[in-house]
């Protein structure tokens, strides 16, 4: 958690007036009771008038200040607190956005969601709160400990005792019901479990004719956390009963002990109020820090979180400048290619050779966990090679700049991503300077024109956030479209065709071909049908090559290429290819 | 201050129908309301004796000095114990009453909740989101129950408390007590304006805040294709803008919430004041005496927390109104038909299914289903193809009851599922989906959801045959390994692998599968499609294909374009006839 007050840096002198502005206000609030004991001692008891215009008039010239320096303090508190938790938000983005895969792989995209918006609310929260209210606390603790001995210091002995009643009382509840806390988020998340998995699974459900069975463990749920519940309340209740017997008790020892002064000095008439009011605040500011510091473990773990993700260095630096002598034609090649993802961890890529032509097809397929996914991420340099190179135009992807390489390469993601926008706006998101007829003929290649011209808007057709509002198989096509507007020398698809229908895989293949002449093609695929006729193919079983070659030699020579295929085709298509092969 | 501001932030639409619905909802716990209202009544009055013996105790000393009358004074010491004392302890039985009454009273929503999940039919899920369904089960039940049961005690004790101090103050001084009273309107009002004006600010400051967070939840989940477009910069600048707007509404919405404290202070304090002066003319001139006015004075501070908090109170309500609206109206949305009563049954199970004549739209408008008519003879594989939207989906929904048809029926030998019992319906199919849903709990447990007093050793046989024995076993717990929904421990195949087993388990005498299309390794397909065929073999079975070997293996193929039937027959005679079905196929699989 103190970690993060660096943060607060920039604005120290705001904090610096908040501090000033809460001292001044703790200040004269403090007077007013001094004033007042005044105005009876000196005042009324002496039956003198002009003593309580007087004083009448400095109250009202204290509370008039009280209340300005009050309204800078909570502006400043407000300002320093919203432009703290705006800073730590944009540095936690501008983090997230420099991670490579293998960070992000660490944390899920779920959890570094929370961290960026839940997590600094929470900060912000104890931050603004720190500001009004921890600032204020030990000022009036100091004030009011100085003013109350100063009215009546026999009677000082009292404040330690209120003191220690209110500590001890909250303590004590705080230790019996806080362990009960965690039971009790175990619990929320168990019911909210069982709520989401009855509404997403709710053709199951149904289907097995579980309906009951699922009310029945939602209703042990409910009902052991409204028995947690009742328990945590029955104690946290104590708390208000308990300070309230506190403060009354408190006020009653200063009368009492206040009237049994009366006889050494008849001021304590006047001094007894005074002072019962002093520790009144004292306790009060006591109250505040022990319920602000019940808060600071669960501060803490948003804390922790955020450092963590702060903490985090990005693994992969990209060159301020390109390096080298690019090639004529464009081109991806690696060199006895080795991946881990740490060092400890088994190889995910085993020595992977092969090189990647423009004009050419290169297709890679494996069953799960081959690595073929891995293997093409390492060209945009979203994974670092353990050892060996990977080269993109004969430069090693280690010495160009980031949007250098960028540049050359249009991606397109297992899942379709769209972002908020219109149709066009996700069409030209790498190409910000495409024409609409760019953007129209990308469409067109990516088999997407048709459904766009249907959408209300066509073009400018809105998009909901995420891309909620189309199909699956239309989100594919439109961020197939956006990597083809972008016109890359190097086209990635990881499984993009996969969500597609055969017909539209094959339609989308077959328009892709002219505008690719001059461009290296790497496909993941799941389907044999999608890779036939790539130039090149790459069979990848466990990390390592195991073949590569044009589909019939493939299916000549290499036997787990075979029993993909197989799997794949009925046994007399299968008869029928390997027929082809051979002959 | 901060929670008023951020439940607020919605307000209900109709208001008198929110607000008829939750007392309806409290009506069963009206005696215990009531009992907590008048203790918190009763705890609050004996408390406001307390000023006044107090200053009682004062006068008594002041009387009587310099020979000071101790046994007076502390048997009016004696009192104010027992007043402070009682007071806490009904504070204690008030608070305790209403946290039952809360904890139950939750208890019974979520329960109302979940049940009307299960009775609301599948379509009320197509148009509304699950995580609309949740939020009104978590935040909506927790913001109704809390700000309820805090409201409870808060206008009560704050109106006991202003009423009882008002009285006192007037038994000590008349017109003390009316250039006190003079502060409250006043303060009420600035109070109430300041409060409804930060409202405002609050709902702006939500608004961004939602804005920025599907921004960060947008980038984050398309990071790749931001990088790689080296969109970073267009990406950071559009987040920054919406950050600085967010800091501006949160100033602006926390300065005005702070405001009421300074400016009530205000109020009070010049209250204070004058009390102090007039009260200070009253006593010098002998019409009150000092303890008086030591009483009013603590009177007049005790005056300043209810005003607050009463004006504070219409925030509160707003947002009860607002979440009892969106659970109300969630809880009087309309229930599935209820089941024919008594209900048909078939007795002895020959899978036979015949669609006649059924017509179906989501909408009542756009028709996905049109003449739907088809006799399934018993132990038939029918695959149903066709391109996306062309109805396939429906067909299966309808044959499970999830929906209704819009006009036709459908008949299981001979006798129609409308007038059977859903139960019954679904109990005679097997279910395998896409959409891989397991829910959080031991494998075990999952393979086991159709038949609950399935024994470890019928399970575990069925996992050979569905090729999952060695799946299950190389997991780190074996059958008690626990997994879910979005547990990464097995892969998507294998989830896929798994619903088969637990469609098995059950032993149904039909099956529905609907092929999953991709994301599977080609091992794992292998064992898929292996699994599918042991599932169909001698029964009834429907399955929406996807896969050629699927295809072509069936005895019935259902060609379907625009909820229609197009086209029916085998393979090879499809092929022959060189319709819709040929060109479907030569498009994905002919040689060149």
Redo the contacts between chains.
């Keep these: 958690m103190f970690k993060l007050l660096r943060f607060l840096k920039p604005y120290w002198w705001q904090v610096i007036i908040l501090l000033v502005a809460t001292g001044a206000q703790v200040y004269t609030t403090l007077q007013?009771p001094a004033?007042?004991a005044d105005?009876?001692n000196n005042?009324?008891?002496a039956?003198d008038?002009d003593v309580?215009?007087r004083?009448?008039g400095i109250?009202?010239l204290l509370?008039?200040i009280?209340?300005?320096t009050?309204?800078v303090a909570?502006?400043f508190?407000?300002?320093v607190?919203?432009?703290f938790?705006?800073d730590l938000?944009?540095a936690i983005?501008?983090k997230?956005?420099s991670?490579n895969?293998t960070s992000?792989k660490n944390y899920s995209?779920a959890s570094?969601?929370t961290r960026?918006?839940n997590d600094v609310?929470q900060i912000?929260?104890i931050i603004?709160m720190m500001l009004?209210m921890l600032l204020r606390a030990p000022l009036f603790c100091v004030m009011g400990l100085v003013m109350a001995v100063q009215t009546a210091p026999e009677m000082s002995w009292i404040i330690v005792v209120g003191i220690a009643a209110v500590v001890i009382s909250v303590i004590v509840i705080m230790t019996v019901v806080a362990p009960k806390f965690k039971i009790f988020q175990n619990l929320?998340d168990k019911?909210?479990?069982?709520?989401?998995?009855?509404?997403?699974?709710?053709?199951?459900?149904?289907?097995?004719?579980?309906?009951k069975?699922?009310?029945k463990k939602?209703?042990r749920a409910?009902?052991e956390?409204?028995r947690l519940?009742?328990f945590i309340?029955?104690i946290l209740?104590?708390q208000?009963?308990?300070i309230?017997?506190i403060f009354?008790?408190t006020?009653?020892l200063c009368?009492?002990i206040g009237?049994?002064l009366?006889?050494q000095d008849?001021r304590y008439?006047g001094n007894m109020?005074a002072f019962a009011e002093y520790v009144t605040f004292v306790m009060m500011s006591f109250l505040m820090l022990s319920l602000f510091f019940i808060m600071i473990p669960r501060a803490n773990v948003s804390a922790g979180r955020i450092n963590e993700v702060l903490k985090t260095s990005p693994k992969i630096h990209y060159a301020k400048k390109t390096h080298g002598l690019p090639e004529k034609r464009a081109s991806v090649e690696f060199r006895k290619v080795d991946f881990r993802y740490s060092d400890t961890s088994e190889k995910v890529l085993d020595g992977i050779t092969f090189r990647a032509e423009a004009g050419k097809t290169t297709a890679f397929i494996?069953?799960?966990?081959?690595g073929k996914s891995t293997l093409i991420n390492l060209v945009?340099r979203?994974y670092e090679a353990t050892s060996g190179e990977v080269l993109v135009d004969g430069i090693n992807v280690k010495d160009y700049e980031?949007?250098d390489l960028?540049?050359k390469?249009?991606?397109v993601?297992?899942r379709g991503?769209?972002?908020?926008g219109t149709v066009k706006s996700n069409i030209k998101?790498?190409a910000p300077n495409a024409t609409s007829d760019d953007v129209r003929k990308a469409a067109e290649v990516a088999q997407a024109a048709g459904f766009i011209e249907k959408l209300p808007g066509g073009y400018d057709a809105r998009i909901a956030?995420?891309g909620t509002n189309v199909?699956g198989?239309q989100k594919q096509r439109l961020?197939i479209a956006?990597a083809v507007c972008?016109k890359p020398d190097i086209f990635v698809f990881d499984?993009a065709f996969?969500?597609l229908?055969?017909?539209t895989d094959?339609?989308l293949r077959a328009a892709l071909k002219p505008i690719t002449e001059d461009a290296v093609v790497l496909i993941v695929a799941?389907r044999v049908?999608t890779i036939k006729d790539a130039d090149q193919i790459v069979v990848l079983d466990k990390g390592r090559m195991v073949g590569k070659g044009t589909h019939r030699e493939l299916l000549a020579k290499c036997k787990i290429y075979q029993?993909?295929v197989k799997?794949?085709?009925?046994e007399a298509?299968f008869r029928?290819?390997m027929h082809?092969a051979t002959r | 201050m901060?929670p008023h501001g951020k439940t607020t932030t919605m307000r209900a639409k109709n208001v008198k129908f929110a607000f008829k619905e939750f007392l309806h909802s409290v009506k069963p716990y009206w005696l215990p309301i009531l009992l907590s209202v008048l203790l918190a009544v009763g705890s609050a009055v004996l408390?406001l004796f307390?000023p006044k013996l107090?200053g009682d105790?004062?006068n008594i000393?002041?009387d009587t000095?310099?020979n000071?009358d101790w046994g007076a004074?502390g048997s009016k010491?004696i009192m104010?114990?027992i007043l402070?004392?009682l007071?806490?302890?009904l504070?204690?039985a008030q608070?305790?009453v209403l946290?039952?009454v809360s904890?139950?009273y939750?208890?019974d929503l979520?329960?109302k909740?979940?049940?009307k999940?299960?009775n609301l039919p599948?379509s009320y899920?197509d148009k509304h989101k699950?995580g609309d369904?949740?939020s009104r089960?978590?935040n909506d039940v927790d913001v109704l129950t809390t700000s309820m049961s805090q409201e409870i005690a808060d206008i009560s004790l704050s109106l006991t408390i202003l009423i009882g101090v008002m009285i006192m103050m007037l038994t000590i001084s008349v017109p003390l007590s009316l250039v006190s009273f003079v502060v409250v309107p006043i303060s009420v009002l600035v109070v109430g304006g300041i409060t409804n004006f930060a409202q405002k600010y609050f709902r702006e400051q939500q608004n961004t805040?939602g804005t920025?967070?599907?921004k960060?939840?947008?980038?984050?989940?398309?990071?790749?294709?931001?990088?790689?477009?080296?969109?970073?910069k267009t990406?950071?600048d559009s987040?920054?803008a919406t950050?600085?707007k967010?800091?501006?509404a949160?100033?602006r919405a926390?300065?005005f919430s702070?405001?009421s404290?300074?400016?009530t202070?205000?109020f009070t304090?010049?209250g204070?004041?004058a009390i102090?002066?007039l009260?200070?003319?009253f006593?010098?001139d002998g019409n009150l005496s000092?303890g008086s006015?030591?009483a009013f004075?603590q009177y007049v501070s005790r005056f300043n927390r209810p005003i607050t908090e009463i004006a504070s109170t219409t925030a509160t309500i707003q947002s009860i109104l607002a979440a009892s609206e969106r659970i109300f109206e969630f809880l009087s949305e309309k229930e599935e038909t209820p089941d024919e009563d008594p209900a048909m049954e078939v007795a002895k199970v020959k899978g036979e299914v015949e669609f006649h004549d059924v017509d179906f739209s989501y909408d009542g408008k756009t028709p996905i289903i049109k003449h739907f008519s088809v006799k399934v003879k018993s132990g038939t594989n029918v695959a149903i193809v066709g391109?996306?939207g062309a109805g396939k989906t429906t067909v299966i929904n309808l044959l499970?009851r999830?929906y209704e048809p819009t006009s036709g029926y459908i008949t299981v030998d001979g006798v129609p599922i409308n007038k059977m019992k859903?139960?019954d319906v679904?109990?005679l199919?097997g279910?395998v989906?896409q959409d891989t849903?397991l829910?959080?709990g031991s494998v075990e447990e999952n393979l086991k959801?159709?038949r609950?007093n399935a024994s470890l050793k019928d399970i575990q046989e069925v996992a050979k045959f569905c090729n999952i024995e060695h799946i299950v076993e190389a997991l780190p717990h074996g059958y008690n390994t626990m997994i879910s929904?979005d547990s990464d421990n097995i892969?998507a195949?294998e989830k896929q692998l798994l619903t088969i087993a637990r469609a098995m388990v059950?032993n149904p005498p039909m099956m529905i599968l609907d092929e999953a299309?991709?994301?599977?390794?080609?091992?794992?397909?292998?064992l898929i499609?292996d699994s599918f065929e042991k599932l169909t073999s001698g029964r009834t079975s429907f399955v929406i294909a996807h896969?050629?070997?699927t295809i072509?293996n069936a005895d019935l193929i259902l060609v379907m374009r625009d909820g229609e039937i197009v086209e029916q027959g085998n393979h090879n005679s499809l092929l022959k006839a060189g319709g819709f079905y040929a060109d479907?196929y030569n498009?994905?699989?002919a040689?060149n």
Aim: glycine share 6%; with cysteine; net charge neutral.
């Design positions: 007013l004033m007042m105005i009876i005042g009324i008891v039956s008038m309580v215009w004083d009448g109250m009202l509370a008039m009280s209340a300005l009050s309204f909570s502006y508190s407000a300002k607190g919203a432009y938790s705006r938000r944009a983005f501008q997230v956005l991670f895969m992000l995209t570094l969601i960026t918006t609310n912000q929260m603004t009004s929320v019911i909210t479990l069982i709520t989401r998995e009855n509404l997403t699974g709710l053709k199951v459900v149904r289907a097995f004719n579980n309906e069975l699922e009310h939602f209703t409910n009902d956390l409204t519940l009742i309340d029955r209740e104590l208000n009963p308990l309230n017997i009354n008790g006020t009653l009368s009492w009237i049994s009366l006889n008849f008439l109020t494996g069953s799960t966990g081959s945009p979203f980031k949007d960028m540049r390469i249009g991606l993601p297992q991503v769209l972002f908020a998101f790498g956030q995420g199909s198989g961020s956006r972008k499984d996969s969500a229908d055969m017909k094959a339609r799941q049908s029993s993909i799997s794949q085709l009925s298509e029928k290819e082809g | 901060e408390g307390v107090l105790m004062t000393a002041v000095y310099p000071i004074v010491a104010v114990i402070f004392a007071s806490a302890v504070q204690y608070a305790f946290a039952v904890a139950n939750t208890k979520r329960e909740i979940i049940t999940i299960s599948i899920f699950f369904t949740l089960m978590t805040l920025l967070n599907s960060i939840e947008e980038d984050y989940a398309g990071i790749i294709i931001i990088k790689s477009n080296s969109y970073e990406a950071s987040f920054n950050n600085q967010l800091a501006k949160a100033t926390q300065v702070s405001l404290f300074p400016v202070h205000v304090n010049l204070y004041i102090c002066i009260g200070g003319m006593v010098i000092i006015i030591q004075i391109p996306t499970m999830f859903r139960a679904r109990q199919f279910m989906l849903w829910f959080s959801y159709g609950k929904e892969s195949g059950a299309t991709s994301n599977v390794d080609t091992r794992t397909e292998h499609q896969r050629l070997s072509r479907l498009s994905q699989f040689e």
